[in-house]
């Protein structure tokens, strides 16, 4: 069963973006949506948050268990097609959490470099060295001014 399946099965399905979306739960009379829903590695993944059973919201639905994995699907074509999407989802997922950890690094290369640049002698530096640590410290700033404005 792909996502769009299981969601069209459900009443009242809200949208929460980045592959998570809420419904009435099927299984107990609901007022407001308490089924969290998402497309996990390889099925549906849902949990009521009222305290209904898997079993029996699958049983509401007239669905078996298995029915919520991607590799259950009858279709070659369809469960290749969901596996491949939901694959380059995670290595985007996985790209955009290390950029975020290379900035995050960058961040503290660069605080490390001026708190450690404060009260040093630099009489005795050649123009050279002088330059590529000023180069050096520049850089740690903008990095940092970036970071503000983020």
Same mark, same amino acid.
């Given at each position: &069963?792909?996502?769009?399946?299981?969601?069209?099965?459900?009443?009242?399905?809200?949208?929460?973006?980045?592959?998570?979306?809420?419904?009435?739960?099927?299984?107990?009379?609901?007022?407001?949506?308490?089924?969290?829903?998402?497309?996990?590695?390889?099925?549906?993944?849902?949990?009521?948050?009222?305290?209904?059973?898997?079993?029996?919201?699958?049983?509401?639905?007239?669905?078996?268990?298995?029915?919520?994995?991607?590799?259950?699907?009858?279709?070659?074509?369809?469960?290749?097609?969901? &596996?491949?999407?939901?694959?380059?989802?995670?290595?985007?997922?996985?790209?955009?959490?290390?950029?975020?950890?290379?900035?995050?690094?960058?961040?503290?290369?660069?605080?490390?470099?001026?708190?450690?640049?404060?009260?040093?002698?630099?009489?005795?530096?050649? $123009?050279?060295?002088? $330059?590529?640590?000023? $180069?050096?410290?520049?850089?740690?700033? $903008?990095?940092?001014?970036?970071?503000?404005?983020?």
């Amino acid at each position: &069963m792909t996502i769009s399946e299981f969601l069209s099965r459900v009443d009242a399905v809200k949208d929460h973006g980045a592959g998570k979306w809420s419904a009435k739960c099927p299984a107990h009379k609901d007022r407001t949506p308490s089924l969290s829903i998402r497309e996990g590695e390889r099925a549906v993944l849902v949990k009521c948050w009222a305290g209904c059973s898997l079993e029996a919201i699958a049983s509401r639905l007239g669905i078996k268990l298995k029915d919520l994995f991607f590799d259950s699907l009858a279709d070659p074509r369809q469960r290749r097609e969901t &596996m491949q999407r939901r694959a380059k989802e995670q290595a985007a997922q996985r790209a955009a959490h290390q950029t975020k950890g290379r900035r995050a690094d960058a961040r503290r290369h660069a605080e490390y470099l001026i708190q450690s640049a404060r009260g040093l002698d630099i009489s005795h530096w050649s $123009n050279d060295e002088l $330059n590529k640590r000023l $180069n050096a410290l520049g850089d740690a700033y $903008n990095i940092l001014e970036a970071e503000s404005h983020d």
